[in-house]
């Protein structure tokens, strides 16, 4: 899988929007870019994901660069309970390996009362 | 079931006792993953099932470490003679059929927490 880049950590005010980054430079024209989260004590959750197009959801939005070199997680409105470490994943659509993900360790959002 | 289930919750073994933990997948769910998180760290594919397929044990550590999984059903992760190196929280996580592999989205369990005295 292609290498993902993010921030170790990010801190947010409750109620502010909060955008966080992630580069992949040497994304492939197959690849999805997946985005997980996981909260403290549980295991990762699915957040969105996108291949050239934003991305709107229920949880998140998801802008990628018009190059797909670069994304960006956007959380409109921050709570407390979005506090946990987010995980930018690329996913190929073909090849050997294409059904795993590869987590990094992410950026640990923290969100301030 | 409504998610993937994981059991135990918490697991504390003493060094060199054989433990078992145990996947229950979301119903229809034909792919299965197992994943390790040690403390402070990134998730560490383990193995990977789907359907009647080889699986692909490429993520192992060491041959102390084996799973199983009986169709597309229920799977154990067994780790024998257990190192302390090996306490961290074991995910488990499954995945629809169909859809461009790309796009597939896994569902992840709570984790089964191990710790090697």
């Known amino acids: 899988d292609a290498k993902t880049t993010q921030p170790n950590s990010m801190e947010s005010n409750e109620e502010e929007p909060v955008h966080l980054p992630c580069n992949h430079s040497?994304?492939?024209?197959?690849?999805?870019i997946h985005w997980y989260r996981q909260l403290p004590s549980q295991g990762p959750e699915y957040v969105i994901h996108g291949l050239t197009s934003n991305v709107n959801n229920r949880m998140a939005s998801l802008a990628i660069a018009e190059d797909r070199k670069s994304s960006t997680l956007i959380l409109h409105r921050a709570t407390l309970r979005d506090a946990a470490v987010y995980y930018c994943?690329?996913?190929?659509?073909?090849?050997?390996?294409?059904?795993?993900?590869?987590f990094g360790k992410g950026t640990k959002l923290s969100v301030i009362p | 079931g409504a998610g993937v289930s994981q059991s135990p919750s918490n697991k504390v073994t003493e060094k060199g006792k054989d433990v078992e933990l145990r996947c229950d997948p979301i119903s229809g769910h034909t792919a299965l993953y197992w994943y390790r998180q040690r403390l402070g760290q990134g998730l560490e594919f383990l193995i990977y099932?789907?359907?009647?397929?080889?699986?692909?044990k490429s993520g192992l550590p060491s041959d102390r470490f084996s799973a199983e999984r009986t169709g597309e059903s229920v799977s154990t992760l067994t780790i024998q003679r257990t190192q302390q190196e090996d306490s961290a929280v074991y995910l488990c996580?499954?995945?629809?059929?169909?859809?461009?592999?790309?796009?597939?989205?896994?569902?992840f369990g709570a984790g089964s927490r191990l710790t090697v005295l």
């Open positions: 996580a499954s995945r629809r059929r169909g859809a461009r592999s790309g796009a597939n989205v896994l569902t």
């Open positions: 099932f789907q359907g009647n397929s080889a699986p692909d």
């Open positions: 040497t994304i492939s024209g197959t690849d999805y």
């Open positions: 994943i690329l996913r190929s659509d073909s090849g050997a390996g294409s059904y795993q993900l590869t």
